[in-house]
T-cell receptor, first 113, second 117 residues
């Protein structure tokens, strides 16, 4: 049982480049989330989805876009990467949203130079 | 708006000492959920416990215990007889129930616990 899988695990981008982070979960969870983790800042919610075809903004959505075309996948896109987006990105999913615990992927370490 | 404060940023203890990690939360809702997660040096986030706002009973799981007090809006985590393997970053998180589609989990900034042999 893979749980939540993030691809890639590491990436270095040049300023202005674009990329997509893929999150896949095999637990049939409705809710999926993208967080970023920065030193001293904890985890901050970027975007989330309460079901297939839905997305919503979190705390720090600027510079990111997301899509949830399939229930098991949640994609995070950076259209024009900036050094401020250097961070560790975590995807998570939960069965019933706020009522249940979230399961996290292994994280993606992104560096924008 | 919901908020989680973990005032302690780093704690260092010697193995076998007891240690308490503090968590204070703010919410306008009467129904909410509190969580603790552990992030070991390997980086993944591991769920430890969930508590709903109607259940103020303390929880004990082996060397771990949690003290939930609504009167002080706190959900503190104690590790008894700490071990080196407890070294990690610990996050407290809050999820409000009455937010409709806004089903987000708000995290504190985390406490880095170092347990020295």
């Amino acid at each position: 049982n893979a749980g939540v899988t993030q691809t890639p695990k590491f990436r270095v981008l040049k300023t202005g480049q674009s990329m997509t982070l893929l999150c896949a979960q095999d637990m049939n969870h409705e809710y999926m989330y993208w967080y970023r983790q920065d030193p001293g800042m904890g985890l901050r919610l970027i975007h989330y989805s309460v079901g297939e075809g839905t997305t919503a903004k979190g705390e720090v959505p600027d510079g990111y876009n997301v899509s949830r075309l399939k229930k098991q996948n949640f994609l995070l896109g950076l259209e024009s990467a900036a050094p401020s987006q250097t961070s560790v990105y975590f995807c998570a999913s939960s069965l019933l949203g706020r009522y249940t615990e979230a399961f996290f992927g292994q994280g993606t370490r992104l560096t924008v130079v | 708006a919901q908020k989680v404060t973990q005032a302690q940023t780093e704690i260092s203890v010697v193995e076998k000492e007891d240690v308490t990690l503090d968590c204070v939360y703010e919410t306008r809702d009467t129904t909410y959920y509190l969580f603790w997660y552990k992030q070991p040096p390997s980086g993944e986030l591991v769920f430890l416990i969930r508590r709903n706002s109607f259940d103020e009973q303390n929880e004990i799981s082996g060397r771990y215990s949690w003290n939930f007090q609504k009167s002080t809006s706190s959900f503190n985590f104690t590790i008894t007889a700490s071990q080196v393997v407890d070294s990690a970053v610990y996050f407290c998180a809050l999820s409000e129930a009455n937010t409709g589609a806004n089903s987000k989990l708000t995290f504190g900034k985390g406490i880095t616990l170092s347990v020295r042999p």
